[in-house]
């Protein structure tokens, strides 16, 4: 695969640099009203997380979340009511979300790990979970059929794994092509791992169509698969916390835009269970 080479190393300083969500909001950073923000916008603009997730399904129940950045799925498990272990690659990324468990006095119910994901099992105990949560992870790691693997050991036939990776077919991706590439399609993958996230220069970034991730979760049942969410703001109103819609999208009807989310949209959202 395209990005195998790049060191773990890379990819942890990347996201050390610029934790994912960070500028969410500009209250000061571990402040009550900067986590509230953080998620205020977070589900604003990805409404599809909490229906995805649905936090409140995991009450009382062992949630293993690989990935978990600065933490706003994290706490919304904990706050309603799972056990959770959470997994980081960034060091910088995990102080927020353990500074977010205490503010929130979640520490009792949130256990956090550094670790790459690709060797989980070397760093958290083994032991099946009732789900096993990762939004927007895998495909920023160089090896993602390692992570699937790992997953697998924390898996009994009654767990649910749920993974958002991106979608090779989406209009983010032609988005990318042209305004970044100028249809340079043979550049295609360094394009968009370039101007996927919010800070430029992501060194992994894999797409996968609905078949290439069918074949990543080879030894998965996969319960429900989805697209979803399409960006339709302006970036230079969005950084200034101002929710314009860019006007090719504004004169769309609802459901067309409703449409083409849902059919070209970025996030592939999977449900899954190990084939026992
Ligand atoms: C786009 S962010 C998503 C964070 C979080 N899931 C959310 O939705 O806010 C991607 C995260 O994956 C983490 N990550 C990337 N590769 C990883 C790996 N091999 N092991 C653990 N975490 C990893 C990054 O450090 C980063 O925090």
């Not at 050390?16 to 009203?33: E, L």
């Not at 600065?70 to 706050?79: H, K, L």
Request: with cysteine; net charge positive.
């Amino acid at each position: 695969m395209f990005f195998q080479k790049v060191t773990i190393i890379k990819v942890r300083d990347f996201w050390d640099r610029r934790p994912c969500n960070i500028r969410h909001s500009n209250a000061k950073i571990g402040s009550k009203k900067y986590f509230d923000e953080v998620e205020k916008r977070k589900y604003f603009v990805e409404p599809h997380i909490p229906q995805f997730a649905d936090f409140y399904r995991w009450k009382g129940k062992k949630v293993l979340e690989i990935g978990c950045g600065i933490g706003t799925d994290t706490i919304n498990f904990a706050r309603a009511g799972a056990f959770v272990t959470a997994v980081e690659l960034s060091k910088k990324s995990l102080e927020i979300a353990k500074k977010r468990a205490k503010v929130f006095k979640f520490q009792s119910k949130i256990k956090f790990y550094l670790a790459n994901a690709e060797e989980l099992s070397t760093v958290v105990p083994v032991k099946p979970y009732d789900l096993i949560y990762s939004f927007g992870v895998i495909h920023h790691s160089p090896n993602p059929e390692k992570i699937i693997n790992e997953i697998k050991k924390y898996c009994n036939v009654n767990t649910v794994v749920k993974v958002m990776i991106y979608y090779r077919y989406s209009w983010k991706v032609l988005w990318i092509l042209f305004k970044y590439g100028k249809g340079a399609f043979w550049k295609l993958d360094r394009l968009i791992a370039e101007n996927s996230e919010a800070a430029t220069g992501s060194p992994v970034t894999y797409v996968f169509s609905k078949e290439e991730a069918i074949r990543l979760l080879n030894d998965f049942e996969i319960i429900d698969l989805k697209v979803d969410h399409i960006f339709p703001y302006i970036i230079s109103d969005y950084i200034k916390y101002k929710y314009k819609i860019v006007w090719y999208f504004r004169i769309l009807p609802k459901n067309i835009f409703r449409w083409l989310e849902t059919n070209f949209g970025w996030h592939l959202l999977i449900t899954a269970k190990l084939i026992g």
